[in-house]
């Protein structure tokens, strides 16, 4: 069964002070790695897919890397409005498996 | 692109009513799903539709819960005989087929409340 950990389950820092979420997963084969960001009361928004050990992706302050058993999103000196949850996500190889299996992210609140 | 849109935002009933919720996925895409989110986790897997092919459904759904998308375009979810346990944020999202992982676009779900 495909599984998904993330931590920490919250994170407060302050405006400017970088960190890393991580993302600890087992999965039969990978497909893809997700990561989603969601704000209170929205659907997840889509961030990043990863796809095979070593591959790293960017976007703005945000940066998503990923080896065989996890995978890390880098905050670089976050602002206020990247405060959200943020949800990894992983999907298995094999026929007929269209399903994502989340983590219970990760709370993250950045204090002017 | 509209998004994905989702009615009702907000349901609230009364323990053993039925309820259906809509969704609308955006226009191009072929793919959509069903997921459920409670307080503090992650969504879960509920139903997955290929056009109009319902193709995979979670093991652990009860069969008080059930979907349709006739002529692939919108999706409804149904759960009769609604029980406090089915609470929670009903999500739908859709994608283009990809060989390569889904880029999954939600709405912003209809939140159920059960009384």
């Known amino acids: 069964e495909d599984q998904v950990t993330q931590s920490p389950e919250a994170l407060r820092l302050q405006e400017g002070e970088s960190s890393s979420l991580n993302c600890s997963y087992t999965v039969s084969g990978l497909r893809g790695l997700f990561w989603y960001r969601q704000d209170p009361g929205k659907g997840p928004e889509f961030l990043f897919t990863?796809?095979?050990a070593g591959e790293e992706k960017e976007k703005e302050r945000l940066k998503a890397t990923l080896t065989k058993k996890e995978s890390f999103l880098h905050i670089t000196a976050p602002k206020p409005e990247d405060s959200a949850t943020y949800l990894c996500?992983?999907?298995?190889?094999?026929?007929?498996?269209?399903?994502?299996?989340f983590g219970k992210g990760t709370k993250l609140s950045v204090i002017p | 692109d509209t998004g994905v849109s989702q009615d009702p935002r907000h349901k609230i009933t009364k323990r053993g009513q039925n309820v259906t919720f809509r969704c609308d996925p955006i226009?191009?895409?072929?793919?959509l799903y069903w997921y459920r989110q409670t307080l503090g986790q992650g969504p879960e897997f509920l139903t997955y539709?290929?056009?109009?092919?319902?193709?995979?459904k979670s093991r652990l759904l009860s069969d008080r819960f059930s979907a349709e998308r006739p002529k692939g375009s919108f999706s409804t979810l149904e759960i009769q005989r609604t029980e406090q346990g089915d609470s929670a944020m009903y999500l739908c999202?859709?994608?283009?087929?990809?060989?390569?992982?889904?880029?999954?676009?939600f709405g912003s779900g209809t939140q159920l409340s059960v009384l």
């Open positions: 999202a859709s994608s283009l087929e990809a060989w390569k992982g889904e880029k999954l676009f």
């Open positions: 996500a992983v999907q298995a190889l094999g026929a007929g498996s269209y399903q994502l299996t």
């Open positions: 990863l796809y095979s």
């Open positions: 226009s191009e895409h072929n793919r």
């Open positions: 539709f290929q056009n109009e092919a319902q193709l995979e």
